[in-house]
Antibody, heavy 117, light 107 residues
Framework: EVQLVESGGGLGQPGGSLRLSCAAS????????MHWVRQGPGKGLVWVSR????????DYADSVKGRFTISRDNAKNTLLLQMNNLRPEDTAVYYC??????????WGQGTMVTVSS | DFQMTQSPSSLSASVGDTVTITCRAG??????LNWYQQKPGKAPKLLIY???SLQSGVPSRFSGSGSGTDFTLTINSLQPEDFATYYC?????????FGQGTKVEIK
């Protein structure tokens, strides 16, 4: 089955770290640009980061630049998001998404991150 | 950040109605405009990409139009399963911004 499955969410302390994973099955991550998108409680969708298909290019939203790092484990066909120096405003459901035809054609089910002391 | 402005933010409609949602970009995004549907507790689902191309499996009652800065999502003959929140998204600029969403509720 072609799908994306996120994991790694949970409770993080302000100033702490969490690492999210997005495991792909049925296709190869390195064939696509991949993205992270988040959605705060009761809020809209906010783009967070992207990685190019060749893995050499990355981009970040200003709100996470310098704190979050997107990467990929090709052997495990898994997209990663290392989240450091967490802030309460990072509390959200985090989705990974595949890009195709300049649109996000496949999404994971999401993983909840709560930042609180 | 690059702004995408959706209107209305919410609307009430009945089964069988035609619904129109608009999305305005801060500057031209040519045809790099997509529409998503999201139901409570679920991930977004791609409906339309590149302004008017229907994603595989999406019913033909959904259609999109526009170019440059002004875009429209139309839902003909609204069905019970269409009550959801809809988002536009531009993929011309970084960051890949979304509109604030339009919640379609049952009248």
């Amino acid at each position: 089955e072609v799908q994306l499955v996120e994991s790694g969410g949970g409770l993080g302390q302000p100033g702490g770290s969490l690492r999210l994973s997005c495991a792909a099955s049925g296709f190869t991550l390195s064939s696509h640009w991949m993205h992270w998108v988040r959605q705060g409680p009761g809020k809209g969708l906010v783009w967070v980061s992207r990685m190019s298909s060749d893995g050499y290019a990355t981009d970040y939203a200003d709100s996470v630049k310098g704190r979050f790092t997107i990467s990929r484990d090709n052997a495990k066909n898994t997209l990663l998001l290392q989240m450091n120096n967490l802030r309460p405003e990072d509390t959200a459901v985090y989705y990974c998404a595949r890009e195709k035809w300049n649109a996000f054609d496949m999404w994971g089910q999401g993983t909840m991150v709560t930042v609180s002391s | 950040d690059f702004q995408m402005t959706q209107s209305p933010s919410s609307l009430s409609a009945s089964v069988g109605d035609t619904v129109t949602i608009t999305c305005r970009a801060g500057q031209s995004i040519i045809t790099y405009l997509n529409w998503y549907q999201q139901k409570p507790g679920k991930a977004p689902k791609l409906l339309i990409y590149a302004v008017s191309s229907l994603q595989s499996g999406v019913p033909s009652r959904f259609s999109g139009s526009g170019s440059g800065t002004d875009f429209t999502l139309t839902i003909n003959s609204l069905q019970p399963e269409d009550f959801a929140t809809y988002y536009c998204q531009q993929t011309f600029y970084i960051p890949r911004t979304f509109g604030q969403g339009t919640k379609v509720e049952i009248k």
